[in-house]
C-alpha cells in the first residue's frame, strides 16, 4: 500500500474517529481525556528514544510516569471540577523531583558521577514540557461553555492546516521548496496553503458555531492565522528533535504518518496558543 492511501485512510477513519471523542462531552469529555493520557505514554516513550541517542538519560520508567501525571492531573481537574492551577503545582513538583534524583540518585559507577547531570535534567525537563504539559492546555479546554465548539475547530484547524499545506505544497510547490532548512520539501505553496485553508476553517466555525464565535469575523481570521503558524513550526520543531536524532519517524505506529509524536507533534504546540487566543479573542 503507498504511503499516499496509507495517508488518506487515516484521515478518512483517523479524524472523524478523533472529532467523534469531542462531541461525547460525557463528564467534561471523559473520553477524550482518556485518549490524551494513552497517546502521552506512548508519545513519551518515543521522545525518550529520540533524546537518549544523544544524551545522557534518567530511568526511563521514572520520566514517563512523571510525565504522564501531567494529563491525569488535567483529568482529574476536569472531572472533579478541580482548579486548574493544580496543574501548575503538579509541574513545579515533578521538576523538583527531576533535580532531586541527581542529587539522591547519583551515577556512583562513573568516575564523575555528576558529569552528565545536566544532560539527564534538561532532557528530562524537555520531555516532561513537550510531551506532557502542553497537551494539558487541551484538558483545561474540556471545562469551557461551548467546550464542544472549540474543540472540534481546534481538530479542524490543526488536521486541515496540515491536509491544506500537503495537498497545495503537492500541487505547486514542486518549485519553491525549500522553505526551511529542517524539512526541506516544506514549500512556500504548502505554507500558503495550510494558512489559507486554516483561515477558511475558522470563517466557517464563525457561521457553524456564532455562540462560541461572537463579534466581528476578523476575530476568527486572526484565529486562523495564530494557529496556522502555530501548527506549522509544531510540525517542524519535532523535525529538529527527529533529525538531531537522525530518526526519520518517531514510530512506526500510525501507517503513512510513522508514530504519535509525528501525529500530535502540531497539536502540542497549538493546544497553549489557542487556549492563550480563544482567551484574549473572546473572554473566556
Not at 532531586?100 to 520531555?127: G, H, Q, T
Not at 488536521?159 to 532548512?181: E, H, Q, T, V, Y
Not at 538531531?244 to 500530535?264: C, E, F, N, Q
Request: charged share 10%; aromatic share 12%.
Amino acid at each position: 500500500m503507498s504511503k499516499l492511501v496509507q495517508r488518506l485512510l487515516v484521515f478518512f477513519i483517523g479524524v472523524p474517529l478523533v472529532l467523534s471523542m469531542v462531541f461525547v462531552d460525557y463528564s467534561n469529555h471523559l473520553i477524550l481525556h482518556i485518549a490524551m493520557i494513552v497517546v502521552t505514554i506512548i508519545a513519551s516513550l518515543e521522545m525518550y528514544g529520540l533524546l537518549a541517542v544523544h544524551n545522557s538519560m534518567q530511568p526511563r520508567m521514572l520520566v514517563i510516569t512523571l510525565t504522564v501525571l501531567l494529563p491525569i492531573t488535567g483529568f482529574l481537574c476536569a472531572f472533579l471540577s478541580l482548579p486548574f492551577d493544580l496543574l501548575t503545582y503538579t509541574l513545579i513538583f515533578i521538576l523538583l523531583l527531576i533535580l532531586l534524583y541527581e542529587v539522591l540518585f547519583p551515577r556512583v559507577k562513573d568516575e564523575e558521577p555528576f558529569a552528565l547531570s545536566n544532560s539527564r535534567i534538561s532532557s528530562s525537563f524537555l520531555l516532561v514540557i513537550y510531551s506532557g504539559f502542553l497537551i494539558t492546555f487541551v484538558a483545561r479546554m474540556t471545562v469551557w461553555t461551548n467546550s464542544t465548539a472549540y474543540l472540534s475547530v481546534f481538530l479542524a484547524m490543526v488536521f486541515g492546516c496540515d491536509s491544506f499545506a500537503w495537498l497545495i505544497g503537492m500541487l505547486f510547490g514542486k518549485g519553491n521548496r525549500g522553505l526551511f532548512l529542517v524539512s526541506p520539501n516544506k514549500s512556500i505553496a504548502g505554507f500558503t496553503g495550510g494558512v489559507l485553508g486554516t483561515i477558511g476553517i475558522g470563517i466557517l466555525a464563525w457561521n457553524i458555531f456564532p455562540q462560541a464565535f461572537p463579534g466581528s469575523v476578523y476575530k476568527v481570521v486572526i484565529l486562523g492565522l495564530i494557529a496556522s503558524v502555530s501548527a506549522i513550526f509544531g510540525d517542524l520543531i519535532e523535525s529538529v528533535l527527529k533529525r538531531s536524532a537522525h530518526y526519520k519517524d518517531s514510530g512506526k505506529v500510525i501507517p503513512g504518518r510513522g508514530g504519535i509524536l509525528d501525529s500530535i507533534d502540531s497539536i502540542l504546540l497549538l493546544s497553549p496558543v489557542y487556549f492563550i487566543a480563544i482567551q484574549l479573542l473572546y473572554g473566556i
